[in-house]
C-alpha cells in the first residue's frame, strides 16, 4: 500500500478516536449525579422567626429544617469504615448546609460546582466538572481516548515530519530524523509532539490511579480521608473498605453493570 494512502487511513482513525473523546467529554459534563434537594422543605419555626428578628445573614440565623435535625449521625469514634462525609463536632455530619441536602453514604459536596455528588470521585478542573456515579465511566473513557489520540497522534506526525520505514505493508514508523530543524514547520511540529508526550504520560499516570481505586470500588475523595486516618497499606492498599467486593467483581460492577449509589456496604447513616 503507497505511504499517503496508510497515512490517509491513520488520519481518518485518528480524527474519528478525536471525535468520539469529544463526544464523551460532552456527555460527561451533562451531569456526575447531583443530589437534589426533596420537593417539600419543612420548616421548623424558631423563635427568632416568631419574634421577626431573623434578619442576619449567616446560615446559624436561619431555622433549621426538620430534615436537618433529624438528619441521622454518628459518634466518629463509630465510623470503623472509609466515609467520605466530614467529622464536625466529633460526630459523622450527614447534612450538607450548603445544599440543604441529606448527604447519602460515598457523596461529597464539591465548593466548586457547589452541589453534592454522589459516589463522588474529584472535580476535574482540566473538564470544569465535577466525577460522579454517572459519569465516572464515560471520564475512564475520555482517559483512555485522550492516551490513544496523544500517543498515536504523536507516532503519526513523527512518522510525516520524518522519513519513514513501512512494515507489514501498512504500518509506517518514523525512520530518519535527520531533518527534523530544516525548516520552521516540522520543527513546530516536533516540539509540539515533544510536549504532547509528556501530557499524555501524565493522563497515563491518572488512568493507573484511576484503575486501582476502581479495582478497589473506592473513589479518589474516600481515598483522601483514608490516607488521612493512615489506613492506606503499602500507599495504594485501601483498609477498612465496607465497598470492596473483589478486583473482579469491583471491575465489572464499574464498566458493566454500574455503580448504584443505593449500593451502601454495611453503611447504616
Ligand atoms: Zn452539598
Ligand atoms: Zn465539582
Request: hydrophobic fraction near 40%.
Amino acid at each position: 500500500m503507497p505511504f499517503r494512502e496508510i497515512l490517509l487511513w491513520e488520519n481518518l482513525l485518528l480524527v474519528t478516536m478525536g471525535l468520539l473523546l469529544i463526544n464523551n467529554v460532552m456527555r460527561l459534563r451533562d451531569s456526575p449525579g447531583v443530589v437534589h434537594r426533596p420537593q417539600k422543605q419543612h420548616y421548623y419555626p424558631d423563635s427568632r422567626m416568631i419574634d421577626g428578628q431573623s434578619g442576619g445573614e449567616t446560615e446559624r440565623d436561619f431555622p433549621k429544617s426538620i430534615e436537618e435535625m433529624t438528619a441521622p449521625t454518628l459518634p466518629a469514634s463509630d465510623v470503623t469504615w472509609i466515609d467520605s462525609r466530614p467529622i464536625t463536632d466529633g460526630k459523622l455530619s450527614t447534612w450538607c448546609s450548603h445544599c440543604s441536602v441529606k448527604k447519602p453514604p460515598r457523596s461529597g459536596h464539591c465548593r466548586l460546582c457547589n452541589q453534592c455528588v454522589r459516589i463522588r470521585d474529584h472535580h476535574s478542573i482540566w473538564l470544569d466538572t465535577c466525577i460522579g456515579v454517572e459519569n465516572h465511566s464515560a471520564y475512564f473513557m475520555v482517559l483512555l481516548q485522550t492516551i490513544f489520540c496523544g500517543y498515536y497522534g504523536s507516532q503519526l506526525s513523527m512518522t510525516t515530519i520524518c522519513t519513514p520505514e513501512i512494515y507489514f505493508d501498512w504500518f509506517l514508523v518514523p525512520n530518519d530524523c535527520r531533518f527534523l530543524y530544516i525548516d520552521f514547520r516540522t520543527a513546530i511540529s516536533f516540539v509540539t509532539v515533544c510536549y504532547m508526550l509528556v501530557v499524555t504520560t501524565l493522563v497515563v499516570i491518572a488512568t493507573i490511579w484511576q484503575l486501582i481505586f476502581i479495582s478497589q470500588n473506592v473513589t479518589q475523595q474516600e481515598f483522601s480521608t483514608a490516607k488521612r486516618k493512615g489506613w492506606v497499606n503499602q500507599k495504594i492498599f485501601v483498609e477498612n473498605n465496607v465497598h470492596d467486593q473483589g478486583i473482579i467483581m469491583n471491575l465489572m460492577e464499574f464498566f458493566i453493570v454500574g455503580r448504584k449509589s443505593e449500593n451502601t456496604g454495611k453503611i447504616q447513616v
